[in-house]
């Protein structure tokens, strides 16, 4: 597993409004907040205002957010989800089975107010140690996000996504062998 991974879950403390009382993620439910939360993209606000619960009711994905007082101020989400091989990168494909099993990292998204605070980091690397465990139980080779645009695109391969050379926004993370 990489190292990073093992880093201490620690918030950064660089203005007074970051305290100790939103160190870690815990899964959306209806008594969190969502009404104000603004990351600047219309369609992830409106995602995690409308869609988020009710697919987690449906099983189709799990939310995870970051709060303070039920507000919140950062999600991910994550879902199972599988590839045909020969849709994979060429370098991927190789020992996979015909359908591919990955964890698709549907959406992450940080609050206007708490950008550039490393929170963004914080939860990716949550959100990966949260698949990691999961392939102890369920397999999955690689975890998959759609970057929106070149910049995000860079912000994962920072943390060891490779991006596909056919679609440099479509991007992996393989998991480790057992």
């Given at each position: ?7 201490p ?16 993620t815990v ?10 939360f ?12 409308n ?6 009711k ?10 303070s007082?039920e ?6 989400c994550l ?23 990955l964890?698709?990292?549907?959406k ?7 950008q ?11 959100a990966i140690?949260r ?14 996000v ?7 695109a860079?912000?994962y391969?920072r ?7 056919n679609?440099p ?10």
């Amino acid at each position: 597993r990489k190292s990073w991974l093992a880093k201490p879950y620690e918030l950064p403390t660089k203005n007074s409004f970051m305290t100790t009382d939103f160190k870690r993620t815990v899964e959306l439910s209806r008594e969190h907040v969502l009404s104000d939360f603004d990351c600047g993209v219309l369609q992830l606000n409106s995602w995690l205002r409308n869609s988020a619960l009710r697919n987690q009711k449906e099983n189709t994905s799990r939310t995870f957010v970051l709060v303070s007082d039920e507000k919140v101020l950062a999600f991910y989400c994550l879902a199972a989800a599988n590839i045909e091989r020969e849709l994979l990168p060429n370098t991927k494909q190789r020992n996979s089975p015909r359908d591919v099993p990955l964890i698709s990292l549907g959406k992450l998204a940080v609050a206007i107010e708490f950008q550039g605070l490393g929170i963004g980091a914080l939860l990716l690397r949550d959100a990966i140690a949260r698949s990691l465990a999961a392939t102890e139980h369920v397999a999955a080779k690689f975890m998959r996000v759609d970057a929106k645009d070149d910049d995000v695109a860079k912000f994962y391969e920072r943390f060891g996504f490779t991006a596909d050379p056919n679609n440099p926004l479509a991007l992996y993370l393989k998991f480790p062998k057992k």
